[in-house]
């Protein structure tokens, strides 16, 4: 893949100017009423900022916050988004190129001829948001605590992406090594899911905790208050020396479910930028707004109960699927802002394969995969997330079910409940719901570990257990420590094949990501083609 080959010293400090052309301008169940005041000491003064109105940027996100923001395990789309303002990698991803860049490290990583060990140089002076320095003994302790967690037995959600190294060690004062269980080649770009959080207050179990609702970080924006119910609020890092600093004093971030509330947030003044437009307002906002329309992996997903009946039998799952008319869901509940899966990965992705199993929409085809399967008037709660477009696409889903005798009745809770409630269950058996792990990185390793490695997904909340789930684990591995593309990929597509075939959690649909915004109040601000919204580099423009 091209992006394993770039250098990240050509990327350093890139600044991508993401203003589109003037015609356009005209855990979860934390409970979080999370008060975090005092994260990192009083408001920042930062003089780059300007004055006015320029000292804030306003926002108005689609999801709740339904996580903390301890960076090894928060997977919520508010905490991952504030999280890249507020952490950094030694590596980083830009939340809109993709592309890496030079964050805490000072220099590129430079790998032993063997590929067994890498080091790499920590940036000067660089400090963390309440004023204490970062060291290489915080760097080799932000990873140790993944690779050696207090609980064994409840890894942190990074884990599976690293798997690969063996143990981090702080060499001396300016410089930290690496050692692998085996070569890794996308090394350089995947350390960029590790955070690097002080040792001080992340030494245990008990201060983890604690960390968890008041983060410290060495980014550029630190937090200052988080409420599950109304939002965040985060103000310039006066201590960040990075490549990207804060461009104004203070950010508020709102967060609503309701697509229409979003809007009327836009419309009347009270943000710059709202996350996941409504698709039918799309059309209205454009000439107004600018208008940020990306092809991305997010996905509406049916994860099963693997491990109860009937949902056991893949004939059933895959039944589920073919009943499916996905272009007219598509249509009907995306106004077409949306692709159907023919594969895990997203078209958009550099490493698309379409996978051996297609589910196009074929009726006949899933009563036969039932009567084959010796089911007869089958019927279930479907769980779902409160996430706007999951809703809408529920009520089509239980429609086309019972074309072909299939009873399913809704739920539909907060993702907190989902997660920390419903699917742990014994009563669970399917939910839809949405998911985009593309926030940590777009490798096809990384977003099928995120599904189909470790035990979080596969075997805490999918219940699948048995010879495919332990393929696809191996496949994930022989591919991590190839260096031949082309026999990588085809690993990959080995993994494709079988996830689709298999169905334990698997894509309907691949959406596309709508942001809109304010050209004539933000300068520099580009949606991305991930949850979230991003402010590296976004300005006050009035």
Request: charged share 25%; proline share 6%; hydrophobic share 40%.
């Amino acid at each position: 893949m091209e992006a394993i080959t770039v250098s990240i010293t050509q990327l350093a400090g890139r600044r991508v100017s993401r203003r589109r052309t003037a015609a356009r301008a005209a855990v979860a169940a934390l409970a979080l009423a999370l008060v975090t005041a005092a994260c990192g000491g009083p408001s920042s003064t930062n003089s780059s900022s300007g004055g006015g109105a320029g000292d804030s940027i306003e926002a108005t996100l689609a999801f709740a916050l339904s996580s903390g923001f301890d960076p090894d395990n928060a997977s919520s789309a508010v905490a991952t988004a504030a999280n890249q303002h507020i952490f950094e990698g030694l590596v980083d991803l830009d939340p809109i190129t993709r592309e890496p860049y030079l964050a805490l490290a000072g220099s590129e990583p430079v790998p032993s001829d063997d590929g067994l060990t890498w080091t790499v140089d920590l940036r000067e002076d660089a400090t963390f948001s309440d004023g204490s320095p970062v060291t290489t003994e915080d760097v080799a302790h932000s990873f140790m605590r993944i690779i050696e967690p207090d609980d064994p037995a409840a890894p942190p959600l990074m884990a599976g992406f690293i798997s690969f190294l063996d143990k981090v060690e702080a060499t001396d004062e300016s410089t930290v090594t690496f050692t692998l269980k085996e070569p890794f080649p996308l090394f350089a770009q995947r350390i960029a899911v590790v955070k690097i959080v002080p040792e001080a207050l992340t030494a245990d179990a008990a201060a983890s905790e604690k960390f968890d609702t008041a983060p410290i970080g060495s980014g550029p924006y630190k937090l200052d208050s988080a409420s599950a119910e109304t939002g965040l609020k985060l103000s310039a890092n006066d201590n960040y020396n990075g490549p990207r600093p804060a461009t104004v004093k203070t950010m508020t971030w709102n967060t609503n479910t309701d697509g229409a509330a979003r809007i009327a947030d836009l419309q009347g003044g009270r943000v710059q930028a709202i996350e996941a437009v409504p698709y039918l307002n799309v059309d209205s906002l454009e000439g107004d707004y600018q208008v940020d329309e990306k092809q991305a992996f997010n996905q509406a997903f049916l994860m099963f109960n693997n491990g109860a009946a009937p949902f056991d039998d893949k004939r059933v799952r895959q039944a589920l699927h073919y009943a499916i008319d996905k272009d007219q869901v598509i249509q009907t509940a995306l106004n077409g802002f949306g692709t159907p899966a023919t594969s895990y990965l997203d078209e958009g992705n550099a490493a698309y394969q379409e996978a051996s199993t297609v589910y196009d929409y074929d009726a006949e085809k899933a009563k036969d995969l039932l009567a084959e399967a010796g089911v007869e008037d089958l019927s279930f709660e479907l769980v779902t997330t409160d996430t706007s477009f999951i809703k809408d696409i529920a009520p089509l889903l239980v429609e086309a079910w019972k074309k072909i005798g299939v009873t399913a009745t809704l739920n539909t809770v907060p993702s907190s409940a989902v997660y920390g409630e419903l699917v742990p269950s014994d009563t669970f058996r399917v939910l839809l719901a949405s998911g985009d792990p593309s926030v940590f990185g777009p490798d096809p390793d990384l977003l099928m570990r995120w599904f189909y490695y470790g035990e979080t997904w596969p075997t805490d909340r999918m219940r699948w257990q048995g010879p495919a789930r332990d393929e696809v684990a191996s496949l994930l591995d022989q591919a991590s420590v190839t260096e031949d593309e082309a026999e990588r990929d085809d690993l990959w597509k080995q993994v494709l094949d079988i996830v689709a075939e298999e169905a334990p959690l698997y894509p309907i649909l691949h959406t596309k990501v709508v942001t809109a915004s304010d050209p004539d109040a933000l300068e520099g601000f580009e949606g991305p083609a991930t949850t979230g919204l991003y402010f590296l580099d976004t300005q006050r423009a009035d």
